[in-house]
């Protein structure tokens, strides 16, 4: 089966540095996604994009967010100064034709925030 | 919004015993629906869904899972659990771009 990869596995900074988390996405699809999950807490949605532009975004993905395909083929979100509460795991996801088909989801970033 | 509810934390049952995992949701018409699974340190895997028709839909793995709107719930079922089942398993719903993802039952199998 076709995979998404997401790297780091593992990131670790400074509280206050910018981050980027970088996904490669299948290459036949479109529509790609970033959820991120706290230690215990439930995957919670933070953006969804489709065609260069962002479709939807929960409340979470305030200004120190953004998303991009800087090469047509990465997928990547960036923090812009980390806070602690940005820990977590950060699951990437893409898809052929959007949220109502299969959400193929990479392995997922853990981020640690110091 | 929409939302899905997983009322159980936790979940335990003995290998080659019958397992549901509970899951309701809310929703005004009538929702797409998902099972996802969550190995430990791997990312989420589709194991079913739910759009319309059959009420009854068979996944992956040997999964089951059976829509009632009756009941707003979308309850996933396996008739005979292995260990390799040990794992979070969470129920999501379809909200326009997006799918939105319940809290997780943590599956755990005793031998």
């Known amino acids: 089966e076709p995979e998404v990869t997401q790297t780091p596995s593992h990131q670790v900074t400074q509280m206050g540095q910018e981050v980027i988390l970088r996904c490669v996405p299948i290459?036949?699809?479109?529509?790609f996604y970033w959820y991120r999950q706290i230690l215990g807490q439930k995957v919670e949605f933070l953006v969804s994009?489709?065609?260069?532009?962002?479709?939807?975004k929960s409340e979470i993905f305030d200004d120190q967010f953004s998303v991009e395909r800087p090469d047509g083929s990465n997928f990547t979100l960036k923090i812009r100064s980390t806070k602690l509460e940005d820990s977590a795991m950060y699951f990437c996801a893409t898809s052929r034709q959007g949220a109502s088909e299969k959400l193929f989801f990479g392995s997922g970033t853990q981020l640690s925030v110091l | 919004a929409q939302s899905v509810t997983q009322p159980d934390i936790h979940i335990t049952v003995s290998e080659g015993a019958s397992l549901e995992l509970r899951c309701n949701y809310s929703?005004?018409?009538?929702?797409?629906l998902f099972w996802y699974v969550q190995s430990p340190g791997q990312g989420l895997q589709l194991l079913l869904k739910y759009f319309s028709g059959d009420t009854l839909v068979q996944g992956i793995k040997g999964f089951e899972a059976e829509f009632k709107r009756s009941q707003s719930s979308f309850n996933l079922r396996k008739p005979s659990v292995h260990w390799s089942d040990a794992a979070e398993y969470f129920c999501a719903v379809g909200e326009d771009d997006k799918i939105i993802f319940g809290k997780g039952t943590r599956l755990h199998i005793l031998p």
């Open positions: 929703y005004g018409a009538t929702p797409y």
């Open positions: 994009f489709y065609n260069n532009e962002i479709s939807e």
């Open positions: 290459s036949n699809h479109l529509y």
